[in-house]
């Protein structure tokens, strides 16, 4: 069925450093969530993105829709250790929400 | 309020044992969903129920049964488990089904011994 594959599977990155995980999907999305899970936590709704090539920021977090809707990515610009965690993305199939495998954040200090 | 609060957050329950996992949420959203999360994996879905009705079930072994008594409320009830079903079940919902924004809950770290 459709999935979103999701990558790299883990990132370490230094504090202050930059960081990007992307979407990818075989077929048109309808729209693309992202979600953040901290160590310990339960996943946290960040954003919803739907239109083609739609960019929206959050602080220091940026997030693209691809132009033809089949992926997406999250920038991070100056990573803390506030950070840390795994990022999914997520898609709408059949009434149902379907998560990426996730990126695992790993801030060194 | 925008929460979505599940009881117990931790349970240990052996193999013999009925158990259940309770979910509220007063937002007024009209979809409920139980998912199943293991270390390291992305959140896995279990069940949709949509105004108060089971919409998808993924297939989940009949030892795990929904229920959801009220808009508010999702229960999962848990019956003759096994030690691989020991997860972390998280509860979320959305204004209606297949919603583009999900609140999760803390979710319910369950060990079968």
């Known amino acids: 069925g459709q999935q979103v594959m999701q990558i790299p599977q883990y990132q370490h990155v230094q504090e202050g450093e930059d960081f990007t995980t992307y979407c990818n999907s075989s077929?048109?999305?309808?729209?693309i969530q992202w979600y953040k899970q901290r160590p310990g936590g339960h996943p946290v709704f960040l954003i919803q993105?739907?239109?083609?090539?739609e960019v929206k920021k959050q602080k220091r977090l940026t997030f693209q829709f691809g132009e033809a809707k089949k992926n997406s990515s999250l920038h991070i610009t100056a990573t803390q250790t506030t950070d840390v965690g795994t990022y999914f993305c997520?898609?709408?199939?059949?009434?149902?929400?379907?998560f990426g495998k996730g990126t695992r954040l790993h801030i060194l200090p | 309020d925008t929460e979505v609060t599940q009881t117990p957050k931790h349970l240990v329950m052996g193999m013999t044992n009925k158990k259940s996992l309770k979910c509220e949420q007063h937002?007024?959203?009209?979809?409920m969903y139980w998912y199943k999360q293991k270390a390291k994996k992305p959140p896995e879905l279990m069940f949709v129920?949509?105004?108060?009705?089971?919409?998808i079930n993924e297939s989940v072994p009949s030892r795990f049964s929904p229920e959801c008594p009220n808009s508010s409320l999702l229960n999962l009830h848990l019956h003759a488990l096994q030690p691989e079903d020991s997860a972390l079940y998280l509860c979320?919902?959305?204004?209606?089904?297949?919603?583009?924004?999900?609140?999760f809950g803390q979710g319910t770290r369950l060990t079968v011994v």
């Open positions: 997520a898609m709408n199939r059949d009434d149902k929400i379907i």
């Open positions: 993105l739907v239109k083609s090539g």
């Open positions: 937002m007024g959203h009209r979809a």
């Open positions: 979320a919902s959305s204004q209606v089904i297949g919603g583009k924004k999900a609140f």
């Open positions: 129920y949509s105004y108060e009705k089971l919409s």
């Open positions: 077929t048109t999305l309808s729209n």
